[in-house]
């Protein structure tokens, strides 16, 4: 990339904004509508080359995720293209100081401001949690105080697309996520849930208060074996004058346990949000000036509810809300299933497109006259709530994915003659989204039934249970039981030999029991 260079016949690129492994950010300028942007570029030939396409599926897919986010500490997403063999997204370009910034030049922060400024992550992650979306990369560098006081949480699509299922597994030196701010159970690229991000913010608060992270050492393993293995250090350790509720809550915050961590961001935002308001006598002394000479001050939405960002977060939504196009068919509360077929060819056209929201909303709203006129448990409304079920984990709406796929499993178990194959589908779907969600436990209950279940009609070392063997291992080691991970996956591992000899998939096994081993050791050098 260099300056000047023009995307899409509209955007010129101006000057660049920072860059990674597999990607650069650069400031632009939307030639059509006249303003000032980001564009985010994932560079695919940094990319091995067997996990492009699922980076580059990801990658849109995340984007789209973030656009809907409603919320003024989440940057707007304008678009998205693909420009030579890069993909790109278009972003509200933020003013403001990183927080990684701050740090540097102020050390510890005034209280006041540190519970402000968690507050307002808060306000933004209770929102992704409620899309089904975690951030997996909570970190100061991707936080920005802007000049309005309000907090902007950064990269929440390449956040996503480097979450611990792109690839499942890597070596240690490609531990996706960053290590001075990971959870213990994102430290085993297991399948991470929203208090992964609360742990990310416990550690962003201990060093908003300290100046220092939880915890240092000399390597990326050292730091993500202290992270699962060493005392919780306390704020008090190194500062005196917190208040002692927040000392005990970050505490909680850097738990081990996902359990036992705050059980969501709404919890941990009416925690801190009384914390972040500071009289307006003594504002004036916690402003901090920025390079354009505004000053910025985190506790100020919360002493002026008018600012731009809600002094509470709003209700989680209780369906996907998407703005269809204008050319979309609509579909009438009268639809029969004479005219089903137009409904779903069209909810299909949009998913090859992978338009998945506006296909779900589509098949959502065929659904409710359906499933009052003809009955829920009629096999043409089966078939159609199925394809909303996968439709919704295909949009990452995990949330509405599983009532669905629960509400599936006894309705067609009552069918004359149920189809136990789609029945047990629907069940590890279900484990699917409850593991998205954070209910690891839940999800690795019902995952081992179903094992046990099938090796009841199938051998035990059937390459048909390989992946749910590998499934159940992996959520295992999430929940702490690392013992139990190894002991499955090293028995899969002597199967998959058996079948496959030297082939990617053993590969896969081999690297997740090395990486298991690197990080669970008794001692490591620190």
Known sequence: ???????????????????????????????????????????????????????????????????????????????????????????????????????????????????????????????????????????????????????????????????????????????????????????????????????????????????????????????????????IPSVTDHRAGVPDGLVRLVGRLLAKDPQDRPGSAAEVYELLAPLGVVAPGLAGDLAVTVADGQSVDPTMPHRYPFGPLPPRTPPAPTRVDIVRPRSAPEVVESLSLDKLTEAEERAWELAEEERFTQAAELLETALRPLRRGHGAKQPRVLELRLNLANLYVLAGAFRQALPEFQRLIPDLAERPVPDHELIWQCRQQAAVCQAELGEATEALSELGALLAEQQQVMPADSPQLFPLRQQIAMLAASIGDVASSRNGLKALLHDMRRLHGTHPPVVEIEALLTHLDRLTRDSYPQ
């Not at 000049?147 to 890597?170: C, I, N």
């Open 1 to 231: 990339m260099r300056a000047q260079e023009r995307v899409a016949d509209r955007y010129e690129l101006t000057y660049p904004l920072g860059h990674g492994g597999m990607g650069e950010v650069w400031g632009g300028f939307d030639e059509k509508l006249d303003r000032p942007v980001a564009i985010k570029f994932l560079r695919k030939l940094t990319i091995p080359e067997n996990e492009r396409d699922n980076a580059v599926e990801r990658f849109m897919r995340e984007a789209r995720v973030t656009a809907r986010l409603d919320h003024p500490g989440v940057p707007s997403v304008h678009d998205v293209g693909h420009h030579g063999d890069d993909v790109y997204i278009v972003m509200q370009l933020v003013p403001g100081l990183l927080l990684s910034d701050l740090i540097a030049e102020r050390g510890r922060l005034a209280v006041p401001w540190a519970a402000a400024i968690g507050a307002q992550i808060c306000s933004v992650l209770a929102v992704a949690h409620a899309a089904s979306l975690v951030h997996r990369d909570l970190k100061p560098q991707n936080l920005m105080v802007t000049p309005t006081g309000s907090v902007k949480v950064l990269d929440f699509g390449v956040a996503a697309l480097l979450g611990p299922d792109v690839p499942r597994l890597t070596a240690t030196s490609h531990t996706l996520g960053t290590p001075t701010y990971m959870a213990p159970e994102q430290a085993l690229n297991s399948a991470v849930g929203p208090r992964a991000d609360l742990y990310a913010l416990g550690c962003v608060l201990f060093e908003l208060l300290t100046g220092e992270p939880p915890y240092r050492a000399d390597s990326a393993l050292g730091l993500l074996h202290r992270h699962m293995n060493d005392p």
